[in-house]
């Protein structure tokens, strides 16, 4: 197994956390997006920043993708990435969708146009402090979020 992030202090946090759960066989790279000299993944699985918009620190860049470069990356990179029945696995929240910072049809959209295909899609409703909490200036986004694992497939 491979892990892959730009930031040297992500993939310092990446090993103390695979070394904490016992997961000594994963094997970390700086890169952007997908490892070098690495053969055709069965499985991709990606958290990409949720929020299409600029970040204005480094911090931000966890949640902010400008112009969703990262998303677009991964997606067009899954070609030549996956094996021929491999799965990507993306992990991403509707908020984006919610402060109409991108419609549902423009991520479809995203999907097609790299070749890939939803074989299924699992939703979760958000249960974490902040969607509870009504006094927060964007509590009805957040209450209405669903998180989604989308399964794309090479079409």
Excluded at 111 to 135: E, I
Aim: glycine share 4%.
């Amino acid at each position: 197994m491979i892990a892959t992030d730009l930031n040297p202090r992500a993939l310092a946090c990446a090993n103390e956390n695979f070394t904490r759960l016992e997961l000594p066989a994963v094997q970390l790279q700086q890169a952007d997006l997908y490892p070098t000299d690495a053969p055709l993944a069965n499985l991709i699985v990606c958290n990409p920043p949720w929020l299409p918009a600029k970040p204005s620190s480094s911090l931000e860049y966890a949640v902010y993708d400008a112009k969703s470069a990262m998303l677009r990356g991964v997606l067009q990179g899954a070609k030549q990435h996956l094996a021929e029945h491999g799965e990507l696995w993306l992990i991403m929240s509707d908020l984006a969708e919610h402060l109409q910072l991108r419609t549902r049809d423009e991520l479809l959209s995203l999907f097609t146009n790299a070749g890939l295909a939803v074989k299924y899609r699992l939703d979760t409703q958000p249960k974490h402090g902040r969607s509870q909490d009504d006094t927060d200036p964007l509590h009805v986004a957040r209450s209405a979020e669903v998180t989604s694992l989308w399964c794309l497939t090479l079409i």
